[in-house]
Nanobody, 129 residues
Framework: QVQLVESGGGLVQAGGSLSLSCAAS????????MGWFRQAPGKEREFVAA????????YYADFVKGRFTISRDNAKNTVYLQMNILKPEDTAIYFCAALSRALTFGGLSPSSPSSYSIWGQGTQVTVSS
């Protein structure tokens, strides 16, 4: 069974850091661009960051630039999201996702949830003020 499993969420004070992981199982995602999204209560799922399959190209939402870093270890079939200088407004469930096509983004938008076909179950991040 193909699945993505996020971990590393938790409760942290504002200004703190968390490191999220997304481990893939069932098949290799090393040739797929990957993304991170988040969803706060009552809000739509929003784009956080994305990375090409080799890791050479990254995309970030404006509100996380300079604070969050996406990375991947294809040998471990794992994608990471390092989150620094966390703010209360970063509180959300964070999801990782695999693009619906391998290698390149092609005509798919890295920031659109509809570009991704496999999703993890999410991990809760709560930032207290």
């Amino acid at each position: 069974q193909v699945q993505l499993v996020e971990s590393g969420g938790g409760l942290v004070q504002a200004g703190g850091s968390l490191s999220l992981s997304c481990a893939a199982s069932g098949r290799s995602f090393s040739s797929y661009p990957m993304g991170w999204f988040r969803q706060a209560p009552g809000k739509e799922r929003e784009f956080v960051a994305a990375m090409s399959w080799k890791g050479g190209t990254t995309y970030y939402a404006d509100f996380v630039k300079g604070r969050f870093t996406i990375s991947r270890d294809n040998a471990k079939n794992t994608v990471y999201l390092q989150m620094n200088i966390l703010k209360p407004e970063d509180t959300a469930i964070y999801f990782c996702a695999a693009l619906s096509r391998a290698l390149t983004f092609g005509g798919l938008s890295p920031s659109s949830p509809s570009s991704y076909s496999i999703w993890g179950q999410g991990t809760q991040v709560t930032v207290s003020s």
